[in-house]
């Protein structure tokens, strides 16, 4: 006979983008591809009913209220009697909550922590929920502080008494970032399965989306990020872009019911009146076929249920769209779009731009799509602080005088600006494009995001006067001399080598300027494409060290280039040493796996180019990170490093 099942929570990431994350999330023998969304089942209505929400509409996952089952005596006793995923006649995962957000409605509920962990155990939950603390956004600091006391203390005998359910430790905090990552670390620190943030539900329904997006990063920064991110009772398919953008896993949404109840319906702009609505321009299928007229005239249950579904339509919809963007490392331009479907969510994305150091740290260093600039609020995005910095600190210009150049309608910049760019370098000038970016250096000007970012020709005045501050910003710490280049004197003499300039730059940003110099040893040859002219092979003293990516423009290190920055830069920088026993895999050319891992650079981005080494430090692959240095130490599954060539393929 077998034993019963090991509570097996475990969360791999897939795909990533901005602090968004496409994952798997393992409950015993199921599996929940995140982000996901949780129709929230009343128990004692199921307006519609979870056999169709999962054949008809796909949810593998829902919740539902374990306290209002125990409270019906007849459904507790069915539920004990069958189990709750037969009572529901639901095959896929079951989370249920415990009675927190009935307190926050109408006061008290009679149910100790203990008596709802334990009966959620009864009735077979997959997911259950500590009776949390509901801490409103009225409170104030000191009443929060006190209850999140009692939901810390609550979770740790949930935890102790949760045998094989897996649990929710639910961070709260009201609105108080303080007390938000405070919670958030101590949940990190419990053996709790899922993290739900709670308390939020009264900020959505107010439309404070700034607070919101201040609550749900104060909870990330605490976070393990092992674990999924549940943000509590959102389920509006307005929200679900920006929140994804944040790092929510998991949302659920009881509203497609209630609004449905109460003929309103859910659209990515918000929620209409049945009686306030002009047209039915839906071509969702529960609409089709359908005008406002005959929906008005339906009975109030074809109604309610024709509603419902449209809601549940327009969530799916919307979260296989947001999945879609997050693929294709699109995230960001979606929730920028959604964000302007409302002044308040227009407040929310902006609040973002606060929390940048914390996005940066796991925003992806290079995407497969474009960067598309659709408004003053994209350069709130990582990728220009990012730029900023490292050409502050790891861009060394080759002279001491700039050519300013206006930025030009072709793309790379050294395409329309050839001969101009060749004239300036014979005089001793270094060419400069004042870009939306602020100041590129020519050299630079097919690096990722330079290359592949879409702007508007007509600028906004903020983005131009940013952009002009950077650019005398750059010229003054970096240069003697800036002149626009027309006034660039003509120069006689020998072209200047402007390719080698350009593949020592690039090295320099993406590596940091010691390990390009370990990388750039005289003589260096260049291979270049045949086809395109573009830098394809780096040869460094006689060794084929770099091999630069067409599409972003960075470089792929080989191994012996690796060798070479392992000698001349100290541990742990751009490393990931793996343990012994996985030495032989990754020398082989695996990929090295997060629960391996020994230690590792704190710096790396995702999409990094690193070192794997063996514990003692000597280099056996090269690949690209696929996880930070904080998600490598607590991540139990799933790839670190995507190796591309082990030691022993060399
Ligand atoms: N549902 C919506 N918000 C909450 C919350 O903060 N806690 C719990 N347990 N359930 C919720
Ligand atoms: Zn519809």
Partial sequence: MRGPAIATAMFEILRRDGLARIGRFTVGDKVVETPALLPVVNPKICTVPPRELHDRFGFNALITNSYIIRNIPELKEKAQAMGLHEMLDFPGVIMTDSGTFQSHMYGEVEVTNEEIVEFQKSIGTDIGTVLDVFTEPDWSHEKTKRSLETTLERTRKACEIKGKMMINGVVQGSIYTDLREYSASAMADMDVDVHPVGGVVPLMEQYRYSELVDVVMASKKGLNPSRPVHLFGAGHPMILALATLMGCDLFDSASYAKFARDDRMMFLDGTFRLQDMQTLDCGC?????????????????ARTKLIAEHNLYQITQELALVKRYLREGRLWELAEIRCRAHPALLDGLRRLREWQDLMERYD??????????????TRARPVYMRYAERLNSRYVPETRKAALFPEPSGKPYSRPYAEEFARVRRAGYTPVVASPWGPVPAELDELYPLAQSVFPECQDRETQEESERLTA????????VA?????????????????????????RYQFGIDAADALFREPIELVKSKKTGKIRNVISDGEHVLSMRAGDGMYTLRMEGAKRIVAAVSAPYMRVAVVEDSVPFVSEGRN?????????????RPMEEVIVTDPSDR?????????????????????????RSGSDDE
């Avoid at 992806?364 to 609020?377: D, K, L, N, Q």
């Avoid at 002149?483 to 120069?491: I, K, L, S, W």
């Avoid at 090295?592 to 020994?598: E, G, I, K, R, S």
């Avoid at 280099?619 to 190796?643: C, D, H, N, Q, Y």
């Fill in 592 to 604: 090295a796996f997060a629960q391996f891992v020994l230690s590792c650079d704190p710096d790396i």
């Fill in 364 to 377: 992806p260093i290079s995407r497969e799509g474009a960067v598309f600039y659709t408004g003053p609020e």
């Fill in 483 to 507: 002149v626009e280049y027309d006034q660039v004197p003509d120069a006689e003499g020998e072209d200047v080598d402007a390719d080698k300039i350009r593949a020592k730059a690039v090295a």
């Fill in 473 to 480: 910003e750059f010229l003054e710490s970096k240069f003697d």
């Fill in 285 to 301: 299928p529960a609409c089709q076929g359908h005008t406002l007229q005959d929906l008005r005239k339906m009975s109030k249950n």
């Fill in 619 to 643: 280099p056996i692959a090269t690949g690209r990170a696929f996880l930070t240095a904080f998600e490598m130490g607590s991540m139990k599954k799933g790839m670190a490093v995507k190796v």
